[in-house]
């Protein structure tokens, strides 16, 4: 059973910050690869950011430059740091993983960006 908390949500002003966290359980987690997904009100959920076992990285074009995932192996954490934020960025950010070919979801953080 894998279970993913995230944490770090809230309301910012547009051209702010947030640094997201999602805690996760189980000691595979160093073997997967993370990724982090949003989804706003009346919008599909969307992939934002992934990150491998080996820290290798990949944004979607509207984030990139602007966000930063990471991950401690150690605490079984992965990051998301959020830098010049836009009302467009307003969603609920959610971390997932797949393990054994079972898809896993956290319950999600409300981020919400001001204009």
């Known amino acids: 059973q894998v279970q993913l908390v995230e944490s770090g949500g809230g309301l910012v002003q547009a051209g702010g910050s947030l640094r997201l966290s999602c805690a996760a359980s189980?000691?595979?987690?160093?073997?997967?690869?993370m990724g982090w997904y949003r989804q706003a009100p009346g919008k599909q959920r969307e992939w934002v950011a992934g990150?491998?076992?080996?820290?290798?990285?990949n944004y979607v074009a509207s984030v990139k430059g602007r966000f930063t995932v990471s991950r401690d192996n150690a605490k079984n954490m992965v990051y998301l740091e959020m830098n010049s934020l836009k009302p467009e960025d307003t969603a609920v950010y959610y971390c997932?993983?797949?393990?054994?070919?079972?898809?896993?979801w956290g319950q999600g953080t409300q981020v919400t960006v001001s204009s």
């Open positions: 997932a993983t797949t393990v054994l070919g079972l898809n896993y």
């Open positions: 189980g000691s595979i987690f160093s073997f997967n690869s």
């Open positions: 990150i491998t076992s080996g820290g290798s990285t």
